[in-house]
């Protein structure tokens, strides 16, 4: 499927109302029924519909090369490693896919993976020996927890995002990338603001494979400048 391309949609399927599933239980579960990309996505295997996401992002602006270290936080359950590991040949020993998550996740091949938490004062270390040097690319796709009050969710994920920004600035080489999920909501500004100090490029990008209902948007960040940015 080419970038940006969307997939067919089958039939709708509604689920029945129960007395074991709330409103929005049935309603997620609706969605995911009638999702044309978790239907892809079992059917090629993956592990998610977020490698949809991914990929788009990946043929969009050319994230990943044969041979290069990658960092995978909040990988949990391990579909963009998956896709990072068949990009940069992982499991060909040519590239190095290293995932952080507080689940666990089903091995994949070339992917070298810890229940960690990437805050863990010994993540750093441990993630710099697992990799073998500095990363490439720092990936996160991680979410918080909603609570169903949008400003709070939004806060919530959007902390994410700047830990995730600060962790990828102490582990990137010169010229890597930043890719992290947000949240439209107006509380972006400041993070903005640091990627723009320490990458040469920063944009938002929304992959057809985001729900169009979704808030959900993507900050991609390319040309890290390296560590002496930050004093200069």
């Not at 990799?131 to 690319?137: H, N, R």
């Not at 994410?160 to 990828?168: G, I, K, Q, R």
């Amino acid at each position: 499927m080419a970038a940006g391309e969307r997939p067919p949609r089958g039939l709708s399927v509604r689920v029945r109302k129960g007395a074991k599933k709330s409103a929005s239980s049935r309603q997620w579960l609706t969605r995911q029924l009638n999702d044309p990309y978790v239907a892809m996505a079992k059917r090629e295997g993956l592990r998610s519909r977020a490698v949809y996401k991914l990929k788009e992002i990946d043929e969009r602006h050319h994230l990943f090369r044969r041979g290069a270290r990658v960092v995978d936080l909040g990988a949990a359950p391990g579909g963009w490693s998956q896709y990072a590991a068949e990009r940069v040949g992982a499991a060909g020993g040519e590239g190095r896919v290293v995932a952080l998550d507080l689940l666990d996740i089903e091995p994949i091949e070339g992917v070298t993976f810890a229940k960690l938490d990437f805050l863990a004062p010994e993540a750093l270390d441990w993630l710099v020996e697992a990799l073998g040097g500095k990363a490439d690319v720092v990936l996160s796709d991680m979410a918080a927890n909603t609570t169903g009050h949008r400003k709070t969710d939004h806060l919530r994920i959007m902390g994410l995002a700047e830990a995730a920004a600060e962790f990828a600035c102490e582990v990137l080489a010169p010229s890597g990338a930043f890719l992290a999920k947000v949240l439209q909501g107006g509380t972006e500004s400041t993070l903005l603001a640091s990627l723009k100090r320490d990458f040469s490029r920063v944009k938002h990008v929304k992959p057809a494979a985001s729900r169009a209902d979704s808030a959900e948007l993507y900050l991609l960040a390319t040309g890290f400048r390296g560590e002496g940015a930050r004093s200069t």
